[in-house]
């Protein structure tokens, strides 16, 4: 709580010095500061204070703001606030994937413009690659030696070299051809004989991926294994780049936004903070998609009318039926979304799940049935009530979880993304079949419940 009334009295303190004209002591102020809190607290000026800053902020340092925005509506406001002129000068000591996200985010003729005047071939490179892929997270930053040179060699030359701590995972081996022949830890390199060659202590077991490959399958990789960091070739099996854990955690991050925002049926661009227009353009058409299936439900219900007129305490177990059996449903579509995502769960296993969906649903439709069954006989002295309601939750509940399981591994199976607003259709079929259920034995059984 201190750390956020600090961060808050620094934000206005910069926002004073700025409406003074101050612009050195503003510098001065936020300078010092960790590039992620700076990133974070430009973010926090409105969008004129965030130009008059960073115009004056080093170009370098700007720069670095760019690796602590994760989404892109982040990217495009630092972006707004550089100018395009500027751009090339701050991206100039920008890691490549990052660059190459950040130029992404520009029109067409603007991408000429940059790369003209950025002059790096590493991010031309990454650009020809899916930003969903492998080849678009990749970091050029590698250390490359070839087979034949000593480990002696390859200390001096790290010597040398210096490169930074996120660097020095892995030294991987090449041959003549710059071919990925192995990798070797650097606690392994300190450890050989100086004279020996790095051929005879490279891994060759090595896990390497090729740059058409999903970001989620690399981050799977490397979780499975328990590696730092992976390389990455090219089709000749060349040495082209490498994803490090610090990617790897950032895409985990992304895609679980992703998955939880899909469920929802909102965009992985929205935000609490974001202005009311875009929030209406962004949520309000799933949210209208789920008002015309909730029509939907509530037309099942219209030709039981002389039913409820009947028996009304019918009606009075219409939400306990539908929405019970909507969060059993929901639970099994989480479930499902989260193996498929982390490839815990394969199209293969669907009888599986089936399965145990059906058992988990048929044992808690008894007890919630149950339940539910003793309210409907206290509040009506009537056990045919009681049947009915117990006999309609349980048929849902089962029916919901098997329904849970099997929409987004239909989705899935059509090459959707199942993530997008399953627990929407979820809570629409759940519905509708509970009123059918518990409405339609109601009739059957309606001189007994009368």
């Known amino acids: 709580m201190a750390e956020e009334i600090t961060a808050l009295g620094l934000v206005e303190d910069v926002r004073k010095l700025l409406a003074a004209g101050e612009w050195q002591k503003a510098v001065a102020l936020t300078a010092s500061l960790h590039p992620a809190d700076l990133a974070e607290l430009v973010l926090d000026l409105e969008e004129d204070e965030r130009r008059a800053l960073l115009e004056h902020l080093p170009s370098d340092l700007v720069g670095q703001l760019f690796e602590h925005y994760e989404t892109d509506e982040d990217i495009d406001a630092l972006i707004r606030a550089v100018g395009i002129d500027r751009l090339p000068t701050v991206l100039a000591d920008v890691a490549d994937d990052v660059a190459a996200d950040v130029i992404q985010r520009l029109d067409p003729d603007d991408q000429i413009s940059v790369l003209a005047r950025l002059d790096r071939e590493e991010v031309t490179e990454l650009l020809r690659y899916s930003e969903s892929s492998v080849g678009g997270i990749m970091s050029r930053g590698f ?26 995972y892995y030294v991987y081996v090449v041959d003549s051809q710059g071919k990925l022949v192995g990798a070797v830890s650097i606690r392994d390199l300190i450890v050989a ?28 990789t490397l979780q499975r294994y328990d590696l730092l960091a992976l390389p990455v070739v090219d089709e000749d099996g060349k040495l082209v780049g490498v994803i490090t854990v610090d990617d790897v955690i950032d895409v985990l991050q992304e895609e679980a936004t992703e998955d939880m ?42 030709p039981f009318e002389h039913t409820i007129g009947r028996a009304a305490l019918l009606a009075a177990f219409m939400p306990i039926i539908a929405g019970h059996a909507g969060n059993t449903g929901t639970q099994a579509v989480t479930l499902v979304v989260r193996g498929l995502a982390i490839g815990e769960v394969k199209l293969s296993d669907v009888f599986t799940i ?79 079949l509970g009123f059918l259920m518990l409405l339609g034995l109601g009739t059957l059984l309606l001189d007994r419940l009368a």
Do not use: C
């Open 261 to 302: 925002y899909r469920l929802a049926g909102l965009s992985e661009q929205e935000s609490v903070l974001a202005p009311v227009g875009r929030s209406i353009r962004r949520r309000m058409p799933w949210l209208l998609v789920n008002l015309a299936t909730a029509f939907l439900a509530a037309l099942t219900v219209a």
């Open 143 to 168: 250390i490359a030696l070839n087979e034949g040179i000593t480990v002696q060699q390859a200390i001096d030359y790290l010597r040398v070299l210096r490169p930074p701590a996120d660097r020095v």
């Open 193 to 220: 004989s100086p004279r020996t060659k790095l051929a005879e202590i490279a891994r060759r077991d090595v896990h390497a991926l090729t740059t058409d490959v999903d970001q989620e399958e690399a981050a799977r």
């Open 354 to 432: 089936v399965r145990k969906e059906l058992a988990f649903g048929f044992v808690h439709g008894v007890v919630a049935g149950g339940v539910t069954a003793i309210l409907a006989f206290v509040l009506s002295f009537n056990p045919w009530m009681a049947l009915v309601v117990w006999a309609a939750l349980l048929g849902n509940v089962m029916v919901a979880g098997l329904a849970g399981a099997l929409i987004p591994l239909g989705i899935r199976k059509l090459g959707f993304d199942p993530a997008v607003a399953s627990a929407i259709w979820l809570t629409t079929f759940t519905d509708i």
